[in-house]
């Protein structure tokens, strides 16, 4: 099951773990960018099979028939890719409550309740992998996403508490963040940046480039190949990670 998937860095993980030969479960809001998605991700891989399902990664319910339409077709999950669309880019002091339990519905309760949607099968099972997607801002605070720093941070801590808890049922839980990676999000991100500081979108991801070690943006790919591989048996020995993928961004203590 992998999570806000039309498009971005939820398509790569999906095309990815397809490639690898999974069983793809995906969902979205709109109909139309998830049979988008379907031909992609079986473009890749001809023999994938792909489960499409509209749902709000906000909203209990779609979360709960996304996960019953899933084990109906395919089976209990075995891996779980949570994912969502980016909160809004804002400074602090121009953040309203409402921003801020639409962020909290969206980033934090999707990953809470897939979470446990998925994890008593996995643990009748003795095999689970769960892999949390969230951003490079969990160890790396940007200014401007604050609600998704806060966040993703807790999400981290999350990762952690989780993967102690389940790591002698066979599941294995990890989280993967990203830096800078070139989908909408990024070009919207540069939009609103350019805006801020007066300059075109291009000089905007222009910048961005230039920050990042690397010196270029991430491919969706390059963040969707690490997904593959923490959902693989080659990684079980791994859990309660916050991974950056980040080109070199962050500079944290070793
Ligand atoms: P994107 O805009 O390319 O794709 C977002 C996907 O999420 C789309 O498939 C969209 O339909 C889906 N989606 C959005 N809101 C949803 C909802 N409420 N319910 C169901 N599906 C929903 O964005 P992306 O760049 O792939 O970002 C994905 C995540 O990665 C975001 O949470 C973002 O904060 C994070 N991230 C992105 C970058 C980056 O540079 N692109 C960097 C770090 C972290």
Redesign the pocket.
Known sequence: MV??????????AACALAREGCRVSI????AG?LEA?RDRIKGESASASVLTIS?????AA?LERWHSATVASMGPADILVT?????PASLFMDLTDDQWEVGFQ??LM?VVRLSRLVIPDMQSRGWGRIIH?????AKHPSDD?TI?TTL?TGISALTRTQSNQLARSGIRVNAV??????????I??AEVRARARGITRDEALQAAADAIPVGR??E?SE?GDVVAFLASERASYITGVSLLV?GGVAQCPI
């Open positions: 999570a806000a998937a039309s498009k971005g860095i939820g398509l790569a969902c979205a809001r709109g960018g998605a749902a709000d990664v906000s909203v779609d994912n969502t669309g980016g909160p969206s980033t999707n997607l969230t951003s490079l801002v996403l998704s993703r963040l990203p830096g800078n990676t070139m989908t909408d999000r990024a919207q991100l943006l991430a969706p963040i980040d």
